[in-house]
Structure formats: structure tokens, C-alpha cells
């Protein structure tokens, strides 16, 4: 028996796990970037009167990837390199945008470098100035922004690099799962920001040594 190739499209989606089925298709520009790309687009913000420098792979990617008809989210990734030490930290950065009414986020999923399900307390999870919200209650259909942060150690980010198909996060929302935001972090973004990191660590110790 012959089938047409829109009935093999709809049975692949609908075979699809749920888990495929939520995670937001990478962009085809995104998907080519290679890590060199990243790395040079990486900012450093080296500040004389900061004591860390800020590395980050935001200019990397700009653009809202859209999850659904109401919700769109942008992401990268980076890194807090401290001056007198080298020590680093690393985050991720998510930013979102959505209508309706107020969302929290507390924590988000992922699976660590020994393939096991865990879960984290967000760093941040800061709201807008939903300024285009019109109920000073925000219990209606408002435009509302939120930016997330959590903190992953170097191990782990490396860990990730390495998975062909991109690192996958899902940040928590209402208890039945209906906020609940997946998306996918490419392994060149990843590597890009550590080869940024490595390079700037290289010039510490050589400015040290001199």
C-alpha cells in the first residue's frame, strides 16, 4: 500500500513526543553558525572599574524565536571572568516576551553532564516594566517581558557542547506545565563563548608572567 507524502508528514507529527513536539525548531542561520562565528561576534565588556569582565554570545543570534502564536524568546549564553583571579562564572541568559496574564519562573530542567534529569533555582527572574500592559492588575490578555538567569558551572557547559543535537532547558512555570518554556542551545554558540573565554583567560596570564 502506497501513502502520500502529506499522510507520512501528519503521522510523523503526530508520533512525535511530546518532548520533540515542544522544543522549538533551531532557525536554518542559526543551524549553519559555526563556533568561530560565535566567537567572534562575542562581546567583552572589560570595565577599569569593574572587577570582572562580561563575555557573552548576545550578538551572536538576534532574533525572537517564536515557540507558539503568543509567546517568543531570544538566548545566549555568558561568562563573568574575574580580574584578579581568572575564576569564571557561567550563565544562561532568556529572554521572553508573551501575552496573557503574569507568569513565574523559579526553577529549569536539564540533564547534567552524566545524563541525569535535574533541577535549578533560576539566579533571576526579573520582569519587565510591562509598560504596554492596560490593567493596572495584570489579570488580562496583556504584551508582558521576562528576562531568566541561572548560573551552570564550566564542567557542565562543556558537557553540553559536546551533544551534536544542542543542549535542551525547560524553565518551569504554573504547576500544570502550561508556562513551561523548552528551548535549545546550539553546540556552536556554547563553544564559541568558551573559546571567547579561553582566549581572554590566555591574555591574563601572559600580562601576569610579563
Known amino acids: 500500500m502506497r501513502y502520500s507524502s502529506l499522510f507520512l508528514g501528519l503521522a510523523a507529527v503526530m508520533l512525535a513526543s ?5 522544543t522549538p525548531a533551531v ?3 542559526l543551524a549553519s553558525m559555526d563556533a568561530e562565528a560565535f566567537r567572534s561576534a562575542a562581546t567583552i ?23 507558539n502564536g503568543s509567546t517568543s524568546f531570544d538566548s545566549h549564553v555568558e561568562a563573568h571572568v574575574d580580574k584578579r583571579t ?5 550563565e544562561v541568559h532568556q529572554s521572553l516576551r508573551y501575552r496573557g496574564s503574569q507568569r513565574l519562573y523559579e526553577t529549569v530542567h536539564f540533564t547534567d553532564r552524566d545524563g541525569n534529569l535535574v533541577t535549578q533555582p533560576l539566579d533571576h527572574a526579573q520582569r519587565g516594566s510591562d509598560t504596554m500592559c492596560p490593567n493596572s492588575d495584570f489579570s488580562g490578555d496583556c504584551s508582558l517581558t521576562m528576562k531568566l538567569v541561572f548560573s551552570v558551572d564550566e564542567t557542565q557547559l ?23 518554556l523548552r528551548i535549545r542551545i546550539v553546540p556552536a554558540e556554547i563553544e564559541g563563548l568558551i573559546l571567547a573565554v579561553d582566549a581572554y583567560r590566555a591574555t591574563m596570564s601572559t600580562q601576569a608572567g610579563a
Request: proline letters at 3%; a positive charge.
Open 27 to 29: 532557525p536554518r542561520k
Open 86 to 90: 581568572g575564576e569564571t562564572r557561567f
Open 18 to 22: 511530546p518532548a520533540t513536539a515542544n
Open 45 to 67: 565588556d572589560d570595565d577599569d572599574l569593574e572587577f570582572a569582565t562580561i563575555i557573552s554570545t548576545r550578538d551572536g543570534f538576534r532574533k525572537e524565536r517564536r515557540l
Open 158 to 180: 562543556r558537557a553540553a557542547m559536546t551533544r551534536a543535537d544542542g543542549w535542551d532547558l525547560k524553565f518551569k512555570g504554573r504547576a500544570n506545565g502550561g508556562d513551561d
